[in-house]
């Protein structure tokens, strides 16, 4: 009848409301998938290792106008800090998954976590802005260690229906990091010292190394033949790094005169950075293409698959760096705001990324839906949109309402993408988790140069003598077009993603209880 009907709807609604709601839990996740002392070690390390990263990074940035002041530097000099730890984060990751990949991707994990422990630490005791120069460096080369092996242990852990799930349990940690450094770190620095912010790593570390060690004791010790079979080019190694390390930097603004790519100083600096670049780019791909034993093997990218979840990989990574560029210009000078409000603007980004990467992996895991990732860029993109074309229709409380999408969007698709790339190159997880990293740091470079870029050319020259009102009209039409422009990009990443598939002949293995061995791939 229609009444037994509706009632069985409705109930029907009611039961996914309360399964929704349940997958919301990170903790129902852990225990879900912690059904071996070994699968509880793995996701409480990975977990651990996550939140020191991200509270080991967020000072460097957060800290420069203390430092600044400290040392008696200008703003300029002391933002190297955050340079230094981008430029060796970035350009040494992949070099990070291939050291996992010969000597055992738990042993160089563990590294990382010390080598990042102590980086952090060591820099609260710098009595010199170079000291502090030199340890935010280590802190980059630890945070490479860490994350260019993490995915890898991972993989190795969790088969291709457990890792959405899985990989829910380190992104939820991070976002916790992030949440944590923005309630504690400004009352750091306004009331005691910017010392202070660095040692929080110091506890935080301990525990990681702590949680961290005991991956060691599942690391079977590889045979001699095994570990003269893997072979490592550094000579390619060296010289993608520098490749990479020059295309970091090719997108700061290393020169004189104002943060630009359109003045006389901005020219003379990004176009010859460029050509480097893209030369020293050509010479890594004829090099590799005729070594024998090449440092990136490019077969890999043959698989479409793989291919395609890097681009996607890229694209999102790209629009949270737009976001953390272009959210705090359009607050502060297209709408008047103070700076308080961007992380008020910014907040609901963190909460949400408590609950929903943890939804995000079991809706994976469960049903491997199509339109999850799609759908995911979309809500990026719509919230890109709203922000540029009617935030100053709207009062300040407002904005979080229209930033909201991309809060969703971004928090939805980072777990299911970690999980996609890991499950299309199951025969090397090295290479994938080094990729998966890599495309990741280059994602953020993109994104900043990308915007900077636009928003720069839309600006008047005379912008600083322009008067306010004015001035923040063209910041809003300014941001209107970078915002456009990252629309378009997210649509060719949410295009791609629609026709990801998993790899011809792969197939979802049912659950299991695995014994992997946390060392290179065999």
């Known amino acids: 009848s229609p009444a037994e009907t509706g009632s069985a709807a409705v109930g029907g609604v009611l039961g996914l409301t309360g399964e929704i709601i349940r997958r919301l839990n990170v903790i129902r996740a852990f225990r879900e998938l912690g059904t071996s002392r070994q699968r509880r070690e793995t996701m409480i390390a990975l977990?651990?290792?996550q939140l020191l990263v991200q509270l080991s990074s967020m000072p460097i940035a957060l800290t420069i106008p203390s430092v600044a002041r400290h040392f008696d530097v200008d703003v300029a000099q002391a933002a190297w800090l955050v340079i230094i730890r981008l430029l060796l984060l970035g350009s040494t990751v992949f070099l990070a998954a291939r050291l996992g990949e010969k000597y055992g991707h738990a042993r160089v994990y563990l590294i990382g976590a010390v080598v990042l422990c102590v980086g952090s630490t060591m820099a609260a005791t710098s009595l010199s802005f170079n000291q502090l120069l030199f340890w935010s460096g280590l802190v980059g080369i630890g945070g490479a260690l860490i994350t260019a092996n993490s995915n890898a242990i991972l993989a190795l852990v969790f088969d291709n229906t457990e890792r959405g799930r899985a990989f829910a349990v380190p992104?939820?940690?991070a976002r916790l990091?992030?949440?944590i450094g923005l309630v504690l770190f400004g009352v750091f620095l306004q009331f005691v010292s910017w010392?202070?912010?660095?040692l929080t790593s110091l506890p935080i570390g301990l525990l990681a190394i702590k949680y961290s060690y005991p991956l060691l004791k599942y690391q079977v010790q590889q045979a001699a033949a095994d570990a003269s079979r893997i072979n490592i080019n550094y000579f390619g190694a060296a010289l993608m790094v520098v490749t990479l390390g020059t295309f970091i930097l090719s997108g700061m603004h290393l020169h004189d005169g104002a943060e630009s790519f359109t003045t006389p100083e901005a020219v003379s600096y990004h176009i010859p950075m460029n050509l480097l670049f893209l030369s020293l780019l050509a010479l890594?791909?004829?090099v590799q293409q005729r070594s024998r034993e090449p440092f990136l093997d490019f077969r890999y990218f043959k698989q479409k698959y793989f291919s395609m979840a890097l681009f996607t990989n890229t694209t999102f990574h790209l629009s949270m760096l737009a976001v953390?560029?272009?959210i705090p210009i359009m607050v502060e000078d297209g709408l008047g705001h103070m700076p308080i409000i961007v992380t008020m603007v910014l907040l609901p980004n963190q909460l949400v990324g408590l609950f929903l990467p943890t939804l995000a992996g079991w809706v994976h895991d469960r049903y491997n839906p199509r339109w999850l990732r799609p759908i995911a860029l979309s809500l990026i993109a719509l919230g890109f949109i709203l922000v540029g074309f009617f935030a100053g229709d709207l009062?300040?409380?407002?904005l979080p309402i229209l930033l909201f999408p991309v809060g969703i969007g971004s928090n939805l698709f980072n777990t299911a993408n970690n999980a996609v790339v890991m499950n299309t190159l199951e025969e090397n997880r090295s290479f994938a988790s080094g990729m998966l990293e890599t495309t990741r740091q280059m994602g953020h470079t993109i994104g900043t140069t990308i915007s900077?870029?636009?928003?720069g050319l839309a600006l008047p020259v005379a912008i600083n003598v322009m008067p306010v009102f004015e001035a923040q009209a063209a910041f809003k039409q300014g941001f209107q077009y970078s915002a456009l422009a990252v629309v378009g990009i997210m649509a060719a990443g949410a295009f791609v993603a629609m026709f990801q598939r998993m790899p011809q002949g792969a197939t979802r293995a049912r659950i299991r209880q695995p014994a992997p061995q946390l060392t290179g791939d065999s």
């Open 47 to 49: 977990a651990s290792t």
């Open 171 to 173: 992104v939820v940690a």
């Open 395 to 398: 009062p300040v409380w407002g």
């Open 195 to 198: 010392r202070l912010v660095f």
């Open 452 to 455: 900077a870029t636009i928003l």
């Open 324 to 326: 953390v560029t272009l």
């Open 284 to 286: 890594f791909i004829v």
């Open 177 to 179: 990091g992030g949440l």
